[in-house]
């Protein structure tokens, strides 16, 4: 646990009553410099129709809204929508994704301007990213590079749309297996990246064990094979850095609705270095990708810059949370952030090995708080039933098959005493 | 002009002065039986920093967002998503893109439920369903079925999304050249389409013309040589009806920002007739289109029905509009929206005849009103000059190359006094 976060010294040790707990998350709170920014979000603790929920343990999945979301949403229906009307396209939205785009790499992943959009799903994003690089690879290594490397253990849609570009474009994948309460190493990529490999696709925090990959040593390591690298950063944008330029990443892609405060099922990100724009097509060739949309003429011509990897028409609604949640980010510093959440995981740690360990509960994510992303996930054999209890109460973690908790540590709205009550919560039920 | 819309019986010869133009208009208004949705509407006329709009007739490129909308993304930010949290998906949110398309379709397309549902944007759509149709033509024909016919005033992201697939796809794109003031007709389709045609993409209403095709005979012709037909409703949907069921139609897609209100860049829908649902593949096998997404297994299983399109998380925020839109439309009957289009329309030629043909206007749309959708374009050397500063005044029609000023007729919310402030500022223009 970082000094500027607690003053205490605190051990698992200390961590062993239910008492203790909670009087250590109250004094953590009390010290921590983002306890204020709570105060930023929609109160979640009761509406019509819920159990007030008392612990919040799902930001990685849903993020909280930010009170000044509520109010860009009044103000872009009673402004820009309801009264700039289309107007509005010209003066601002048609340079949103880009704008906003530009905002997030500065803020959250350390990328320059003119590599970063908002747009589609994160499925979609990836779908054009993916069949764009695989294309591209082929086609400079005159035919050569075909191979796709990929995780047993990423995210599910990561892996379906890799598996159906590969039978489209005839690809072949190669599967790593990682330690499911780990991770993928630098080692296991290099010891599958050679002549043949088109793209390394991996996440860069595993979404079930949080294991945070070495993302500068993998990205290396596909590039001394002439790979690329394609990052999906749902997990990390909005907590971990990333660093896309200084690592020089190749593309990525992630989700604006977990760390980033979009709302449910906003829009994604896409990143494409600069140094490689010109070469990638999109497959999805949409009028919004054109050089002149509005010139609608016979032929499509893909825009310049990231402006190619844009299909449709943007999402406005959708990029109102991204972009109050990028300003807090930035007004609070992306490290401060990073910061608790490294701390949040080791008052779980700390609590598990305390109290809950003798209930049989174990930590399935990484210890090392370098390795690790802003969730814990913890595993019991009656953790698909103590799930359903805790959401009954109002106690509100995640559940992942096959039988894992994951407790979903978002910095700027998760306090310490809610994974307090949590965490107490569950001792009781598994007494 | 219908009977039923007006008692007044005017000719263009009427509308000859300003004068008369406007008191026609406030007749036609006070006769309107839809005049009172006017008022569910977030007002139009002030905002900082925005000249006061006076008449808006681009609601077919950008609708005005209702009232209820605002109140509904207020409660959705307050209620669903800050307060359910994570657990309105399993509520409501899981379930919304297929109650929703279910409602859309059974108030605005002519769909029975389990066809239609809202997601991506219409280019992302398209390109899945066109996508999915092109391979399984081909598979079920032995291979010879590869032709794609389409036109060359559709619109362009239909038009680059077939060539992009034509070309992955070794399809064959086989153009239509319609009257660029009218559209497709069932003989020109007739003309091209055989053994070889695999699909047929054409759009319900033309984007500059306002043609209305003739779906059913055009699906008809269609289907006698063997090919799907893929309807792009995009100017259509939620103003004229579709009948999609009724007339057999194989697969659509459309956009929800314009009559359906939405909101900019809220999710499209895409329709698949049932019983070619378990045949077609989306080539975008995201996690949401898995039979069971939060089994999270290793390989892909495309669920059923209309889940097996959608690709990745459900933009809810875009979604909201379209609820309260399609309440309404049903509320009020698609027949009385459909009439008062019709008669705007009519409303819009007459004043064009009457008064503005003398300035060199023309009416570049149909005048038949059974084959016009919901706008009027007209054209006139000084149209770009003109637009922009009829925009300066918060006079907003539409603008489309090469010189059309397209009018667009929202009948829910747009007035025919609108229309008289828009023609007769054009006149004084133009003198």
């Excluded at 979640?44 to 930010?66: E, F």
């Excluded at 999906?232 to 990525?252: F, K, Q, R, Y």
């Excluded at 972009?323 to 609590?351: M, R």
């Excluded at 009550?421 to 569950?426: C, D, E, K, N, S």
Aim: proline share 6%; hydrophobic share 45%.
């Amino acid at each position: 646990m970082r000094a500027d976060q607690t003053s205490t010294d605190l051990t698992s040790a200390d961590l062993t009553s239910a008492d203790v707990i909670r009087e250590t998350a109250a004094r953590l709170d009390a010290l921590d410099r983002l306890a204020g920014c709570r105060d930023l979000f929609v109160p979640a603790d009761g509406s019509p129709g819920h159990v007030p929920v008392t612990a919040y343990l799902d930001g990685n999945s849903l993020g909280r809204p930010l009170l000044a979301t509520e109010t860009r949403l009044h103000e872009l229906v009673r402004g820009a929508w309801g009264t700039g009307l289309i107007r509005s396209w010209d003066e601002q939205w048609m340079a949103l994704p880009y704008r906003l785009g530009d905002r997030l790499g500065d803020v959250c992943l350390g990328a320059a301007p003119g590599q970063t959009v908002i747009g589609d799903s994160t499925t979609v994003m990836l779908y054009k990213l993916l069949h764009a690089a695989l294309v591209h690879q082929r086609a400079v290594s005159g035919g050569r590079r075909v191979d796709l490397v990929l995780d047993r253990e990423n995210f599910p849609t990561d892996r379906y749309v890799a598996a159906s570009l590969a039978d489209a474009l005839d690809a072949r994948l190669v599967w790593i297996d990682p330690d499911p309460a780990g991770g993928v190493t630098p080692e296991q990529v290099r010891a599958v990246v050679g002549g043949r490999t088109a793209v390394v696709l991996l996440s860069h925090v595993a979404y079930k064990s949080a294991w945070l990959a070495d993302l500068p040593a993998i990205t290396a390591a596909a590039h001394g094979a002439g790979a690329l690298v394609l990052w999906d950063l749902c997990h990390s944008a909005g907590v971990i850095p990333v660093g896309l330029d200084e690592h020089d990443v190749d593309l990525a892609v992630g989700c604006s609705y977990k760390f980033l405060g979009g709302g449910p099922g906003a829009p994604a990100f896409g990143y494409v270095a600069t140094r490689l724009q010109s070469d990638l097509a999109s497959p999805i060739t949409g009028w919004m990708g054109h050089a002149e949309p509005f010139m609608m003429g016979p032929d499509y011509a893909a825009g310049t810059g990231m402006r190619r990897f844009v299909s449709g028409t943007p999402a406005v609604l959708g990029m109102a949370g991204i972009e109050d949640t990028v300003d807090l980010v930035e007004d609070v510093g992306l490290s401060a952030v990073t910061a608790k959440a490294t701390a949040l995981g080791e008052f779980v740690i700390g609590v598990v090995d305390g109290l809950l360990s003798r209930r049989g509960v174990r930590v399935v994510s990484p210890r090392d708080p370098g390795r690790r992303g802003a969730h814990v996930t913890i595993a019991h054999p009656r953790c698909r039933e103590l799930y359903r209890q805790l959401w009954g109460e109002g106690i509100v973690p995640d559940f992942r098959e096959p039988g894992g908790i994951r407790l979903g540590l978002a910095p700027l709205s998760t306090s310490y005493a809610e994974v307090a009550t949590a965490l107490v919560r569950i001792d009781e039920l598994l007494r």
